[in-house]
């Protein structure tokens, strides 16, 4: 079974920064693209940030040059260094990976973590 776990969550100020990480861990062949999403109070969740096995990425806009997604293969893990953080970055921050569990697989399960808080308040 694969597992993830965030870290790095909690309270800051407006223009503040946070980095939040997600390990993964047990037995997979390959992890292909992680993800961070997040999920504010009485709102749909949302994609934060992908990036790909290559280090290709992606954001959303209302993230793009405040937040930087990166991965470290060897560790397993994804990174998201936000800045520039604002009140409606406020939200529950959850990490995916498209994981392919055996080298006869041929498709990716999407595993989940169980989601950090942000919360950016003065």
């Known amino acids: 079974q694969v597992q993830l776990v965030e870290s790095g969550g909690g309270l800051v100020q407006p223009g503040g920064s946070l980095r939040l990480s997600c390990a993964a861990s047990?037995?997979?062949?390959?992890?292909?693209?992680m993800n961070w999403y997040r999920q504010a109070p009485e709102q749909q969740r949302e994609r934060v940030a992908s990036?790909?096995?290559?280090?290709?990425?992606n954001y959303a806009d209302s993230v793009k040059g405040r937040f930087t997604i990166s991965r470290d293969n060897a560790k397993k893990t994804v990174y998201l260094q936000m800045n520039s953080l604002k009140a409606e970055d406020t939200a529950i921050y959850y990490c995916?990976?498209?994981?392919?569990?055996?080298?006869?697989?041929?498709?990716?399960?999407?595993?989940w973590g169980q989601g950090t808080q942000v919360t950016v308040s003065s």
């Open positions: 995916s990976a498209d994981v392919r569990r055996t080298v006869r697989d041929q498709y990716d399960i999407r595993y």
């Open positions: 047990g037995i997979m062949f390959r992890i292909n693209a």
């Open positions: 990036i790909t096995s290559g280090g290709s990425t």
